[in-house]
């Protein structure tokens, strides 16, 4: 063999090997990818999850259908969360109650609750 036709079957060896090479990693990060995705949305839309908060399909706790039924009774966004809203419907509705026992957290959640569902709604 000539030492050109040696130095042609070593670049075609050495090209083959780098491409080889180059499809590995590619697959490999290909692999990766798939990997990351599928955890994250293993991690979005595993209903048993353990995040320490209700996720969108976990749906709400008790305590959020509780701030739920009195948003409803007292016309305001029903979205589960006592915000400025809620409260300032409530002490607009009932000041006295709203200044003795403050705004609505899950220390009066049941209190409250309580209030709206009584006899002919006692709070008026």
């Known amino acids: 063999m000539k030492k050109n036709e040696k130095a042609i ?14 499809r590995y990693f590619q697959r490999k990060q290909a692999e990766k990818k798939a990997t990351a995705e599928k955890q994250s ?40 969360i006592p915000g400025a809203q809620t409260n300032g419907a409530w002490a607009r509705r009932a000041p006295a109650t709203f200044a003795k026992y403050g705004p609505i957290s899950p220390a009066n959640i049941d209190f409250y609750n309580a209030l709206i569902k009584g006899p002919a709604n006692l709070i008026i």
Not at 51 to 69: L, S
Request: hydrophobic share 35%; no cysteine.
């Open 9 to 22: 079957i070593y670049g075609a060896g050495a090209v083959l090997v780098g491409f080889g090479l180059y």
């Open 41 to 80: 949305n293993d991690a979005v839309n595993n209903p048993n999850r353990n995040t320490g908060y209700p996720g969108p399909y976990t749906g709400p706790t008790p305590y959020q259908k509780k701030v739920m039924e009195i948003q409803s009774f007292l016309g305001v966004a029903v979205d589960g």
